[in-house]
């Protein structure tokens, strides 16, 4: 009876012992069991533990394809950028503003009071008469009674820039600055002695305006600094003119920027019925003029 006790003893010893072998989920139960909360002392959450995680989560991330190496560290460097100019740009604006003066605005309103000449934002086209001189020595322009005696208001639409029937008043007297720079207050102004479309002479009409530096806010609905969007056109671009009933149409075809004494600005081609429309650039400095040339269609 003994013997056959230990006989089945030992035979159950080896069954379990060629059952039970070490194997992978053995070793996921020993890291489970060393891992658990009774076997191994918590460890506490620093920064530094954080940083490094996110490090080698990055780099690991990153040694997955090459598509991946070049997107993170580039989605990295936006961020960057972003911080930076979120932390310091204000700065670098208010600087800006400090020292090239923006913000010593004091009043900016076209008329107040009697009159106040906004030097510092709205452009003031000076040297005009020196202009028409040069111009009508060149005799490039015909003799037009039928222009010259018109005084009355026509106007001016230019759909692209939101440009709508603003007034021009014809044959201002531009050779005297206090004259045009009234009349500009509240309408736009065609160059005295140049053509009008009533007229069968072909002469180039010229049509002029103040611009305003951005600060200024100019508005296109506003005479006074409508034309400091005529940068914006473009070629093909329709521009009419309503006087006496009629409305007479006319296609941008050639800008340029000249100096203020480029006779071209008045005088035209000569034998030819264009439409000239300038104002000073850049918008609130008269050192140079914005220039665009239309023909009629």
Do not use: W
């Not at 923006?102 to 202009?131: K, M, R």
């Not at 002469?203 to 940068?231: C, E, I, K, W």
């Not at 008045?266 to 300038?278: H, M």
Request: proline share 5%; charged share 15%; with cysteine.
């Amino acid at each position: 009876m003994v013997v056959a006790l230990l006989t089945m003893n030992l035979y159950t010893y080896r069954k379990n012992t060629a059952s039970v072998g070490y194997s992978a989920l053995d070793e996921i139960n020993y890291r489970l069991y060393s891992n658990s909360p009774s076997t191994t002392k918590k460890s506490s959450l620093t920064l530094g533990s954080i940083l490094t995680s996110v490090y080698h989560s990055l780099k690991e991330l990153t040694s997955l394809s090459a598509l991946t190496g070049i997107l993170v560290p580039g989605i990295l460097v936006v961020a960057g950028v972003y911080f930076i100019y979120q932390q310091f740009f204000p700065e670098i604006k208010q600087m800006v503003e400090v020292n090239y003066g923006y913000l010593n605005q004091g009043n900016i309103t076209p008329v107040a009071d009697s009159y106040i000449v906004n030097t510092e934002f709205v452009s003031n086209p000076s040297g005009l008469s020196e202009l028409i001189q040069n111009a009508l020595d060149q005799h490039v322009l015909q003799d037009d009674t039928i222009s010259r005696n018109f005084h009355g208001t026509f106007y001016i639409s230019i759909p692209s820039l939101g440009i709508n029937r603003l007034p021009v008043q014809s044959n201002v007297e531009s050779t005297t600055e206090s004259v045009y720079n009234q009349v500009l207050q509240t309408q736009l102004a065609h160059f005295q002695g140049t053509g009008l479309p009533i007229s069968d002479v072909k002469n180039n009409m010229v049509v002029y305006g103040h611009s305003a530096a951005p600060l200024y806010n100019p508005q296109r609905t506003d005479p006074y600094v409508a034309f400091t969007f005529l940068p914006e056109l473009k070629v093909g671009d329709a521009i009419s003119i309503e006087i006496e009933g009629q409305t007479f149409n006319y296609k941008m075809f050639k800008s340029k920027i000249v100096n203020p004494t480029d006779t071209s600005i008045i005088t035209g081609t000569q034998g030819k019925r264009t439409l000239t429309l300038f104002t000073c650039y850049p918008a609130g400095n008269n050192s140079q003029r914005y220039v665009a040339i239309a023909r009629e269609v």
